[in-house]
């Protein structure tokens, strides 16, 4: 564990990260050049050798070459004894004298005076190998007692490993240094950026509502910080879902306790109507009493909803789940002077639950309808990941600071809207919690005109 390895720290992973990507750079950096000066430069092949004997010896066989314009001769030879050449190139000459000066040539190339401070350098014959050409020597010899020395030139004779190139372009080498760091910077961030996103989407997960959310097993498993802090997180959201389900459960079996006496205050209102009993005092017991029982059936409602239990999903037209549901709103508006206009889509078929998603718009509905001047519209329409729902109304709408409190269990805000209910503000409670189950969306806003618009978004 973290205790007894400290490397597995995200400190020693950030350094040593970054110091490896940087030091590798570096490294193929700086190690082009030497691979380059040990590839091109090596001790004299002996069949090069063998071609600056042979000029040699024919020197010293006729020293008139050393005299006048024969000199001239000694600048370009062909090689006529099975020596090295490309594609057919002269072989060219350089005789140096002991003073050190070219004998048989006015012009000398900038590469062939760096190769004959190499040579000094080496102390031996060699061969270098520069762009375009491959010089080789030198030869020593004497004509007279006279001391000469020998080099030779050939066109660009072997081909040069394809990473010389980058040596030879030093700005495009830069550039792909840079690319490269790049690269390997960008694999360090994003594998530790990849936990980071996972304790960021199960933690927005985790306040919409989804208390199932947790980070993926390969995040928690790991042995740094980002292992320890999801682990940490997974067991916060452990404790969150057990205490927010103990609450549901606590209130649901407090409202169905609570059923038992008051069902026993009912049948005693009954048998005292029975008994010609009426009074002022017995008629308001027994509004209180219903009053009281259809509060304690929407909160169990809205336990049942929330803990998503006594139901199954099912595969269903939502036109077959809405049906009831819809004829029932159709008839409550048209008994108060109001027209529901309905836009369902028929081909809608997805996975839900039934009933569950019925109550959740039957309470929209409901509340569109008491609150519309006129008219209460609910369309839907499906996407490729989603069916969404929209109920809206021509009403007074409501204050944008209340359109999100309004979800919330038992909040009656203080508006047009809410001073003509007689509900206990679970209703919109309810709708969220069905959609919550349906791992949905739900969204309120006021139109521009006037009125309130619900939209749900149900993934498929």
């Given amino acids: 564990m973290l ?109 062939f005076r760096r190769f004959q401070l190499m040579a000094e350098e080496a102390d031996q014959p060699i061969s270098h190998q520069f762009r375009d050409e491959l010089i080789f020597g030198p030869y020593s010899f004497e004509v007279n007692s006279k001391p000469y020395q020998l080099f030779g030139r050939l066109p660009d004779n072997h081909p040069r490993p394809w990473f010389f190139f980058f040596a030879d372009n030093k700005l495009l080498t830069a550039g792909l240094a840079i690319l490269l760091s790049g690269l390997l910077c960008g694999l360090l961030a994003w594998y530790l950026g990849k936990p980071l996103r996972s304790l960021k989407h199960s933690a927005n997960a985790l306040a919409r509502g989804d208390l199932s959310s947790r980070v993926d097993a390969t995040t928690a498993n790991r042995r740094d910080e980002m292992g320890q802090l999801a682990v940490a997180f997974n067991g916060m959201a452990d404790a969150i879902e057990a205490m927010v389900n103990n609450q549901q459960r606590l209130m649901g079996d407090i409202s169905h306790e609570l059923r038992t006496p008051l069902t026993r205050l009912q049948l005693s209102l009954a048998l005292a109507r029975k008994k010609g009993q009426h009074s002022t005092e017995l008629d308001r017991i027994e509004y209180e009493a219903q009053q009281q029982d259809a509060l304690i059936g929407e909160l169990l409602t809205l336990s049942r909803v929330t803990l998503n239990v006594s139901e199954k999903r099912l595969t269903a037209e939502l036109t077959e789940t809405l049906s009831q549901m819809l004829d029932d709103a159709e008839f409550e508006a048209e008994q108060q002077g109001k027209q529901l206009h309905i836009d369902i889509d028929e081909s809608i078929r997805f996975n839900h639950l039934p009933r569950t998603l019925s109550r959740a718009i039957e309470n929209l509905l409901r509340n569109a309808i008491r609150y519309a001047e006129q008219h209460i519209y609910i369309e839907s329409q499906q996407t490729k990941n989603q069916v969404r729902i929209v109920v809206s109304d021509d009403g007074p709408g409501l204050a944008e600071k209340e359109l999100e409190a ?55």
């Fill in 3 to 111: 205790k007894n390895n400290p490397f597995n720290r995200l400190f020693f992973k950030l350094l040593l990260g970054f110091w490896l990507c940087s030091s590798l750079i570096i490294a193929l950096v700086s190690l082009l050049p030497l691979l380059q000066q040990n590839h091109d430069r090596s001790p004299l092949p002996p069949s090069l050798e063998r071609m600056l004997k042979n000029v040699a010896e024919r020197i010293q066989e006729q020293p008139q070459l050393l005299e006048g314009k024969n000199l001239q001769r000694l600048r370009h030879s062909r090689n006529k004894d099975g020596g090295r050449k490309h594609n057919g190139g002269p072989l060219r000459l350089y005789l140096i004298d002991g003073e050190g000066q070219v004998l048989n040539s006015k012009r000398v190339s900038r590469g």
């Fill in 406 to 460: 309004i979800f919330a269990p038992f909040y009656r805000p203080d508006n047009a809207r809410d001073r003509v209910s007689g509900g206990w503000g679970l209703g919109l409670a309810i709708t969220q919690a069905a959609v919550d189950a349906h791992k949905g969306r739900i969204l309120a806003k006021n139109q521009p005109s006037h009125g309130l618009i619900v939209t749900i978004d149900l993934p498929i």
